[in-house]
């Protein structure tokens, strides 16, 4: 049977607060990524992101250009509420299959996980879309198999590849070294480059 992933499974997820993933802070992979970003006029999109820090650690870091994207109007009403001056119109409330524009980074967290496996080859083929040429995929991924009932939906670097290298030259897709601890071992730290 498939399960249902739908909008309303998500928001009935916050509403009752069963929220495993959520860490109240940017996962270190992603601060450090930022860290190191220098373009701060950089288009950046965040998918999937839930309640957001990375997103307001982003914008606090001055990327201005950066938007937050969710199915789910809850988080997103989270983080207007932290963050007030963030504009609306960089506030996606829209299913990421139907996202329309054009990224130079896209920040992967617990997003990928979080979808059906049989959207697995289109979430690469939408990223293609809407990341432009040359413009970067990057973040985590879980890179194994668990054994309990998903979300989230582990997976392995072999079958990653096949979704993304048409797509995408792959700069890194390596065992990440800085993890927070309950995760460590378990993620990818991946940097794609839009062919
Ligand atoms: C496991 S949560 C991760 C949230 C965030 N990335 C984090 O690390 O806290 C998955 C998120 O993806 C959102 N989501 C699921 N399917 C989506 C879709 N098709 N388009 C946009 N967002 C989606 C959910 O509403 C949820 O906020």
Redesign the pocket.
Known sequence: MTQD?SKKF?TQRYEEGITG???GYPSTPLKEYIDQLTNKEAKILV?????AYEVEYLWNQGFKNVSV????SL?LENFKKRNPTFPNDQMLL????ELEGSFDLVLE???F???DRDLRQQYAQKMHEVIRSGGILAGVLFGKEFDQQG??FGGTKQEYLKYFEPYFEIKHMDLCTNSIPPRAGNELFIELIRK
Do not use: K
């Open positions: 992933l998500w993933w959520d860490i998918p999937g992101a839930g309640n994207l969710d199915i789910s988080p829209i299913d990421f299959f967290q617990t997003f996980c979080a979808i979300p989230p």
